[in-house]
């Protein structure tokens, strides 16, 4: 039981008001997730990009990077669509 943090709340009972008033939520994400093009312009597999085909049993239910939201193929399409917006 050491090094196990025991709530006295379920998720669907967490407030705002649970948390001091200066206290900020944040998020994260990383390349891995989003960038997706892994075989793009030359770019070439990861570190994790191999480790997560390799060991799919390491990773919670097996999730790699083959499929992503892509953000690298949609880079240039969001920044046409921005110029376009700003004539």
Not at 37 to 45: I, P, V
Not at 63 to 75: E, L, W
């Amino acid at each position: 039981m050491a090094n196990t943090l025991i709530f006295p709340w379920n998720d669907h009972d967490i407030r705002r008001e649970d948390f001091p008033s200066d206290f900020m939520f944040g998020v994260g994400t990383s390349a891995h997730q989003v960038e997706g093009a892994w075989n793009a312009d030359g770019k070439g597999l990861s570190i994790w990009d191999c480790f997560s085909l390799r060991h799919p049993e390491k990773i919670s239910e097996g999730a790699n990077a083959c499929v992503t939201v892509d953000n690298y193929s949609k880079m240039k399409l969001k920044y046409i669509v921005h110029l376009d917006q700003n004539t």
